[in-house]
T-cell receptor
Framework: DTEVTQTPKHLVMGMTNKKSLKCEQH?????MYWYKQKAKKPPELMFV???????INESVPSRFSPECPNSSLLNLHLHALQPEDSALYLC???????????????FGSGTRLTVV | AQSVTQLDSQVPVFEEAPVELRCNYS??????LFWYVQYPNQGLQLLLK??????LVKGINGFEAEFNKSQTSFHLRKPSVHISDTAEYFC????????????FGTGTRLQVFP
């Protein structure tokens, strides 16, 4: 299995809702990443996890809450989002942080989030 | 700080023509360089990377890129494009040390016409 699987593919949520995005990989990778991509823009790093511990938080608002319950799974919990949070949320993984710098990342297909 | 510049936001080209997508980077230290492709409504797929050694690197789907240290460039080329190459292309860099951020350029939209 050489894929990063993200669910759901599409999500529409209201500003008062609580929802979660899920990312799963079975490649034995120990580094996982969340990126946010607005339309016609490059991906922007949100969080980095290394061996299930949060390594980088790029000053992301607290309405986004990441969780890494095990080495294969990465969640992004969403609460009280704003319409400007509508974007494509991409998950990625690499063997570890050092290998990731050298070899790049494997990306999932993303979750298209619309906040209404 | 490191940065990546993709000067061309859009590149239109006819099928079977050659194409070059330009990428320049700014860094005071050595970097690793990558090209990713993003098809509509998809994630990013790694096309090729440069770490060290030979300055000409070959990737998937017939793409290649040439690293030029003096010009701090890493341009992507394909001798003959197909309709299926229509996509967004991102140049990116990482540092070998001290940071775990993949820094992307703003992207180039390659549009291949029949």
């Amino acid at each position: 299995d050489t894929e990063v699987t993200q669910t759901p593919k599409h999500l529409v949520m209201g500003m008062t809702n609580k929802k979660s995005l899920k990312c799963e990989q079975h490649m034995g990778h120990r580094a996982m990443y969340w990126y946010k991509q607005k339309a016609k823009k490059p991906p922007e790093l949100m969080f980095v996890y290394s061996y299930e511990k949060l390594s980088i938080n790029e000053s992301v608002p607290s309405r986004f809450s990441p969780e890494c319950p095990n080495s294969s799974l990465l969640n992004l919990h969403l609460h009280a989002l704003q319409p400007e949070d509508s974007a494509l949320y991409l998950c990625a993984s690499s063997q570890d942080l050092i290998v990731g710098r050298r070899d790049g990342y494997t990306f999932g297909s993303g979750t298209r989030l619309t906040v209404v | 700080a490191q940065s990546v510049t993709q000067l061309d936001s859009q590149v239109p080209v006819f099928e079977e023509a050659p194409v070059e997508l330009r990428c320049n980077y700014s860094s005071s230290v050595s970097v690793y360089l990558f090209w990713y492709v993003q098809y509509p409504n998809q994630g990013l797929q790694l096309l090729l990377k440069y770490l060290s050694g030979s300055t000409l690197v070959k990737g998937i789907n017939g793409f290649e890129a040439e690293f030029n240290k003096s010009q701090t460039s890493f341009h992507l080329r394909k001798p003959s494009v197909h309709i299926s190459d229509t996509a967004e292309y991102f140049c990116a860099v990482t540092l070998p040390y001290n940071t775990d951020k993949l820094i992307f350029g703003t992207g180039t939209r390659l549009q291949v016409f029949p």
